[in-house]
């Protein structure tokens, strides 16, 4: 198959490719801050300074447009806590689960902080717009709250309970999902250290309530017989 002619050096490919990202660059401002109501076609592109008929070269409509802006800002979150707990060569990490979460939430909270645009895709935009996105926002949280969970019980040495259909971690990420919402509206107040820390000591609990029953070190509780 062809791939086209070579234009100023560069292949139909590679034009496609640029033209492309600077959609996904235009949905993430025009998202982000005017929201997808006003994320129309012509109002995307316009943008992206990319000619309208290119946009369903790569995009089927907005719809499919959120989705892919969305799907980029949740890599940059999951991409922010994993090299926030990855060791450096020759360093190390927070010994203590505490400062463990503390890390990874500042990290996430910093994205956050950093580009509002995102948190508003992630947070508010998906909400209302098909059963399609929501579906896709509530799995990509699931997905998320589970890592979360799981680097958790990674760096504490625990097993998570795998047995409660995701009940667990659906409630760990609900809880951040919303204090980064409400943190967010309120225009980052309070400090990020302290969002940071509230959020690592209810990660770090609700880690600990997901362990398996019978975990070395976090045997199940049981009411005791009386000795009487």
């Known amino acids: 198959m062809s791939t086209g002619r070579t234009y100023a050096g560069e292949s139909a490919a590679d034009r496609a490719e640029q033209r492309r990202r600077r959609l996904l660059d235009a949905g993430l401002q025009v998202l982000g801050t005017e929201g997808y109501r006003a994320a129309t076609v012509r109002r995307i592109c316009r943008v992206a300074r990319v000619a309208d008929r290119y946009f369903y070269e790569c995009f089927d409509g907005t719809e499919d447009l959120l989705l892919a802006v969305h799907a980029e800002c949740v890599d940059r979150l999951r991409a922010a806590v994993s090299a926030a707990l990855a060791v450096p060569a020759g360093g190390h990490r927070p010994a203590d689960p ?3 979460a503390r890390t990874g939430l500042d990290a996430f909270l910093a994205v956050v902080e950093d580009d509002p645009r995102l948190a ?7 909400l209302g717009v ?3 996105v929501e579906r896709t926002s509530l799995r990509t949280k ?3 709250g589970r890592l979360l969970a799981a680097l958790a019980a990674e760096h504490t040495g625990t097993a998570l309970d795998v047995d409660d259909d995701g009940l667990t971690t659906d409630a760990l990420i609900g809880g951040i999902s919303h204090v980064v919402m409400t943190w967010t509206a309120r225009g980052f107040t309070p400090p990020r250290a302290r969002v940071a820390d509230a959020l690592a000591r209810f990660l770090v609990g ?3 309530a997901a362990h398996r029953p019978g975990d070395a070190g976090h045997p199940p509780m049981r009411n005791q017989p009386s000795s009487d």
């Open 142 to 144: 699931s997905d998320f």
């Open 130 to 132: 098909s059963e399609r």
């Open 206 to 208: 609700g880690a600990g």
């Open 120 to 126: 508003r895709v992630v947070w508010f935009e998906v």
């Open 98 to 100: 505490l400062g463990l």
